[in-house]
C-alpha cells in the first residue's frame, strides 16, 4: 500500500516514453508540491510542457488536489485538463471520479505525486499505478509536515538504496 511503483525527481523527470512502455493511458496528477509549489500559482515551463506533450503522445490526463480554491480549475483550464478539487486523498473517491474523467481502465493509469499518505496510499487503494515525485518547495501546509515525517519512517523501509526504482 505504501510502496509506490516508481520514483522520480520531478513531474518532468517522468519519461511518458516509460509510461506508454507500460501500457499506462491516463495520468493523474497530484497539484500541490507535484505540479505547482505549495502556495504558489504559476507552474514552471517544463512542467507545462509535460503536460502539453503528455497530451500531444494522446495520454489522457486530470489534476488531482486537496485543495478547495479556485485555484485548481484555472491551472487545470489553463493547461486544458479537468481537475478534481475537494479530493480528501487518499480516500480513493477522488481517483474515481478522475478515473472516470479520464476514462482509462485501472490497470493502465498512474498517479503522479509528492505524498506517501494521499497520493501514493489513495492510488494504492483503487489499484492504480503511482509514481512518488520529491516535493517541489520545501513549504508545507502544517498537517503535511506531520505526514513527512511519517513518510521518511515509511520510505526507509521500501525505498531502495539508489533512491529509484
Ligand atoms: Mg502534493
Redesign the pocket.
Known sequence: MFRPDAFADRLSLVSLDELAGKGMKGIIV?????LVG?GQEHLAPQDAAWIASALARGFKVALV??NFTGRVQRIGAELGVPTVPSALKPLPSAFGRALRLLGTRKSETVVV???LF??VLGAKLLGLHAILTH?LVANDWYG?RVLRFLERVVLGRVKPPNGRA
Request: hydrophobic content about 5%.
Open positions: 497530484d497539484l500541490d508540491n507535484t505549495y488536489s486537496n505525486g509528492d505524498q494521499t497520493d516535493p503535511t
